[in-house]
């Protein structure tokens, strides 16, 4: 099966502007997931969506993230304005919603993403 | 609220040698546990987990981690490393219910060397 898909690979932005990360969850997978991952760190939560809904988003730095997952498969991530702490990469994942295997998170590759 | 701390940010080993890698969790409740694995320009990988029953349990390629309750600890093991075991591995946690969010620790960077 195919894995979790995440575009650009890479982007390099100035702070302020604006920019928007693409994932494309496994298909059946309804829990989709948003991770930072600062350099030297371990990945933190951003948001959790099951189908089109939000689960938690309580780590979002709403004043400048917004995430949304309109049709319960694809979802976008945007920050607007970027500060330079937003250099990070940001990884998508995605599970299924059964009781066992909704343990098992699988990760796409991460957009690396450098503020300058 | 939960938290995971790696002690050791970088692991050099030589090639055959068997190797550590420590992690401790902090939690008031009951936590699953797992070790994920990021191999360069990859993303993370499930390597093994721990829900319940066995304390020790075993990934496909030899690593192994047991669950110490007492000491609060999921340490990763392998007795003898490869050169293509060369990777950032990642402890996790998550508390059982409905929402399955990982609590990941900081990670330690296994470099084995020839």
């Known amino acids: 099966e195919a894995g979790v898909a995440q575009s650009p690979r890479y982007k390099i932005i100035e702070k302020r502007q604006s920019v928007a990360f693409w994932c494309n969850p496994i298909s059946g997978h309804a829990t989709l997931y948003w991770y930072q991952q600062i350099l030297g760190q371990g990945p933190k939560l951003l948001i959790q969506?099951?189908?089109?809904?939000?689960?938690?988003d309580s780590q979002l730095p709403k004043d400048r993230f917004s995430a949304e997952r309109l049709k319960g498969v694809d979802s976008t991530l945007k920050i607007q304005p970027a500060k330079l702490e937003d250099s990070a990469v940001y990884l998508c994942?995605?599970?299924?919603?059964?009781?066992?295997?909704?343990?098992?998170?699988?990760f796409g590759p991460g957009t690396r993403l450098t503020v300058t | 609220a939960q938290s995971v701390t790696q002690l050791d940010s970088q692991v050099p080993v030589f090639e055959e040698a068997p190797v550590e890698l420590r992690c401790n969790y902090s939690?008031?409740?009951?936590?699953?546990l797992f070790w994920y694995v990021q191999y360069p320009n990859q993303g993370l990988q499930l390597l093994l987990k721990y829900l319940s029953g066995s304390t020790l349990v075993e990934s496909i390629n030899g690593f192994e981690a047991e669950f110490n309750k007492s000491q609060t600890s999921f340490h990763l093991r392998k007795p003898s490393v490869h050169i293509s075991d060369t990777a950032e591995y990642f402890c996790?946690?998550?508390?059982?219910?409905?929402?399955?969010?990982?609590?990941f620790g900081s990670g330690t960077q296994l470099t084995v060397l020839p």
């Open positions: 939690s008031s409740v009951s936590v699953y």
């Open positions: 994942a995605s599970s299924l919603v059964s009781s066992q295997r909704s343990y098992e998170q699988y």
């Open positions: 969506f099951q189908n089109n809904g939000v689960v938690d």
């Open positions: 996790a946690v998550s508390p059982p219910g409905s929402a399955r969010q990982l609590t």
